[in-house]
């Protein structure tokens, strides 16, 4: 029974919490849609899905992207302008699901389309390289959709998409999709790990040589990893066109795939629930604080965000912190309180347990001397398997 | 006549990313980071000369090289130092903390604010023959060519460049020669933002307007071209500004291109990266199991 219990928590947890929010806020959105709820509800389930493709990209294919947004406003601009084309064709309504549904899947095929590209890159380019590639893919994007004519994309006023635009009396339709749609996410990325594929993308990603050396196609997962990670941003792309209006291009610029990236790494690389976690509760930080700081007050927000960001990553990552760390977080502290005995001899090896990513670069330096391997099988640790001494 | 104009707007523009390109290129070969907060070191110089070029343009410059040395060594010491040995991804999400916490925190004080600022100043015309070049335009090439040469010599001949280059060739081997490579990348940024303080001025009296972020755009450029230079090369940095500086020249110079000379130039680093991955004198790093 315990045993039972112990796998539940660890596999369907996840999608049992995002079940009963999809219910709770679907009926409250249907019963009174509020501001509030209206502004943020879609921004946390556009954040939740970006941060859920891009963690596949830098938490488990453990390659940096800086233009994840790029991807999005593919999705928003593509999805959109097939969406209101729909409504105009057959005088839809903007809450027809069948024009949704058609929207998300030509947003998701498009930037899958420019995933694909942008993977190639990637085949022959790697950590710092390819986060330039991608930093250019975004900002290449966002000059070709400013510069674009009035009639297709409406160039720097952005694209008019009143027709699509949902505002608060119909959100429930996008919390609604776009719960929906993140449990869909999840479950893609989720089983996508935990199958032979996503065992072969951990592997490229802790040594691409061996990987190759044991028979792993690099080539095919890699593009398969853009792939997929592109569409999903195209479909959150597409809930963001559904949720604003005009969709403007200056919104998805190298400042916005950072925000998301932000996320990803707060919530803990190579761990989903952590991005997801951290998604929300970084959105709904910000929502409150736009709302709190008016004027020129706001920009207090950004200061506290920013240091809140260094000091959050220096304290996770200095090598001077280290033993305070091991004794000091959150994992010790929950088991303190539960009071639970540290089993050493639990072997998790869980791929989205893997928290420490060693990127590509880092491997270039560090692959010939530096590996020292302690601590094999400690069971809460396991990320610790591959333990990098020092600095070279 | 265009093409001479175009030459020389494409050297100006070139020796501007030049130089900013060049404090990246070195903090990337030597500290092993890409310090994304250094386009907005550019911004901290652009708005000293702002406040202090009506006190004496002079002193407006020297303000603003002090200064910007200051926040580079302060950012380094408090940020990217705690970090050393961390992974390459840790540091450069500081970086992007920093380059957040520098535009807010200069936004928030009280005599910057969210309104852009800026400074008009004629410096005139000079006529060669039938072309008229503004003399910003020069001062502006002769003072980029003169960096380069500057630090060339002082990489090649004296005793702390050197340092620079054993600390960029291999870390480990260079400490136990000796050399204190805290105080190497110290004086990395050191040089690099100095250089950050100097392009911030050219580009204000360029572009006569200073924004929050006005750092943010030439600074990616100019990492695009110390990345189609060759990262690490400072020659490398030099050219990619050049040919960077020449695309948006020519660019400028075409109406039916001009809207899409980010696009073009970023398109341009791509291809190149794609076809020589280690950017024009990059040195190939061989990858051993």
Known sequence: ??????????????????????????ILSIVSPTRTMADL?????????????????????????????????????????????LMEAGDFEATNVLVFVIAIAVGALCAAICGFVVGFAALRLRGDYLAIVTLAFGEIVRVIFTNSGKETFGGALGLDNEAQFLGQKRIYILIIIGMVLVLFTLFVIQNLLRSKAGRAITAIRDNEIAAKATGINVTK???????????FAGIAGVLFSYSKNPIKADIFDYNYSIEILVIVVLGGMGNINGSMISAVLITVLNNRLTDLLKGDAAVYKDIFYALILILIVIYNNAPALKSFREKYNLKNLINKILRKKHDPSEITNDAARWDVVPTKIEMNEVLSTDIVIDKVGRGDDSADILERGGNK | MEIIMTIINGLSIGG???????????????????????????????????????????????????????????????????????????????????????????????????????????????????????????????????VMVGLTLFVKYTKTGRAMIAVSEDRGAAQLMGINVNFIIMITFIIGSALAAVAGVFLV?????????????????????????????????MAGGLVLGFIEAICGMVPALSPYTDAIEFAILILVLLVKPTGFLGKKRREKV
């Open chain 1, 1 to 26: 029974m315990k045993k039972s219990l112990k796998g539940f928590t660890k596999h369907y947890l996840n999608y049992t919490v995002i079940g009963i929010l999809l219910v709770v806020f679907s």
């Open chain 1, 41 to 85: 509800l879609p921004s946390i389930i556009i954040a939740v899905i970006a941060a859920l493709s891009l963690s596949l990209v830098v938490g488990f294919l453990g390659e940096l992207s800086l233009g994840h947004a790029g991807f999005m406003s593919i999705g928003a601009y593509l999805g959109g302008k097939v969406a209101i084309a």
């Open chain 1, 221 to 231: 997962f890699k593009l398969m990893v853009f792939v997929i990670s592109a569409a």
């Open chain 2, 16 to 146: 501007t990313y030049a130089m900013i390109a060049l404090g990246y290129t070195m903090v990337y070969g030597i500290a092993k980071m890409l310090n994304f907060a250094h386009g907005d070191i550019i911004m901290v110089g652009g708005y000293t000369i702002v406040l202090f070029f009506p006190i004496s343009p002079i002193v407006g410059i020297i303000a603003s090289v002090i200064f910007c040395v200051t926040v580079g060594i302060v950012v380094e010491r408090c940020a990217y130092k705690p970090l050393r040995g961390a992974s390459p991804l840790a540091v450069l999400i500081t970086a992007i903390g920093v380059s957040k916490l520098l535009q807010s925190t200069a936004q928030s004080l009280p005599f910057i604010g969210s309104k852009p600022k800026g400074i008009t100043y004629n410096f005139g015309n000079l006529q060669i023959g039938s072309v008229s070049i503004s003399v910003l335009t020069l001062i502006t090439i002769l003072c980029s060519i003169a």
């Open chain 2, 205 to 237: 009296f360029k572009i006569q307007d200073v924004g929050t972020t006005f750092g943010a755009m030439p600074g990616i450029k100019a990492f695009a071209a110390a990345v189609i230079g060759g990262i690490g090369s400072i020659p490398g940095a």
